[in-house]
């Protein structure tokens, strides 16, 4: 009885999230304001710049959206298996990748992460990018180790839920995110990690949140890269020297090695 209320939750949430990401990827909806000066993209270039030489590796990406990152990962040498929960994501990822020259590097499947269809040990590498917060961790991060070989490692970027202002800002805008998703909370999590050999984490976004408050002014976002460049780099000064600053941060990249 309890399995089949199981399998009915998780039934209700994957179709939320397809329903919604459909939305987002096939009529562009669900994209704050800010989200035009692209916030996260220097976090994702290190979290890519973490990957190093992926040449004869397979790598999981968890959640393909646009394909951009199957892309960047396949231009990178690796070997790419792929998956989203939103059809529209897969189409999308479809036509990157053939328009780029590299279908035959990657495959690409509708599916959602708490089942996933690869047999044990079958990847060097996993990566993903604000995906984890949409899932049922406890299943998730199962089946992420179940795949993984030894001594595989996984990357994800993924916001955080202990800063309150950003959470205010989160209640006031229930049209941009899905129900069940919620921000990771580093604590809580883990216990869920503890399977895995190493666990780190690098934190973003302290005082470089105020950066994005130029996304709402006008003609804010010309000075944005700049402004944003800097507090960056003030916050990593910040937090190499005052970590417990990390639970103000916006973004962290988890580093799980198995």
């Avoid at 397809?18 to 009529?27: A, L, N």
């Avoid at 394909?67 to 396949?74: E, F, K």
């Avoid at 590498?125 to 998730?140: E, R």
């Avoid at 994005?212 to 402004?227: D, E, H, K, N, T």
Wanted: aromatic share 10%.
């Amino acid at each position: 009885m309890q399995d089949d209320r199981l399998r009915k939750d998780l039934a209700s949430r994957h179709e939320a999230e397809s329903e919604f990401h459909d939305r987002k990827y096939g009529r562009g909806e669900g994209f704050p304001r800010h989200y035009a000066v692209h916030p996260t993209y220097p976090i994702y270039l290190r979290m890519l710049k973490m990957t190093g030489n992926l040449a004869g590796k397979q790598v999981l990406e968890y959640g393909c959206g646009d394909g951009g990152i199957t892309r960047d990962l396949a231009q990178n040498g690796a070997m790419v298996s792929t998956f989203d929960i939103s059809a529209e994501a897969v189409n999308k990822t479809h036509q990157m990748l053939a328009s780029a020259g590299l279908a035959d590097r990657c495959r690409i499947a509708q599916m959602g992460a708490e089942r996933l269809d690869y047999p044990d040990e079958s990847f060097d590498m996993a990566v993903g990018f604000a995906i984890l917060h949409h899932l049922d961790l406890k299943l998730a991060i199962t089946e992420l180790y179940r795949v993984l070989r030894p001594g595989g490692v996984a990357y994800f970027a993924e916001p955080l839920g202990t800063n309150p202002l950003i959470n205010l800002y989160r209640r006031l805008t229930p049209q941009y995110r899905t129900e069940d998703e919620e921000p990771l909370n580093l604590k809580a999590l883990a216990p869920l990690l503890s399977r895995f050999r190493k666990v780190e984490h690098s934190d973003y976004y302290v005082t470089a949140l105020a950066a994005i408050a130029l996304a709402y002014l006008p003609f804010g976002s010309r000075f944005y890269p700049s402004v944003n460049r800097q507090l960056m780099k003030l916050d990593d000064g910040l937090l190499r020297w005052f970590p417990g600053l990390g639970w103000l941060a916006w973004y962290t990249i988890l580093t799980l090695r198995k």
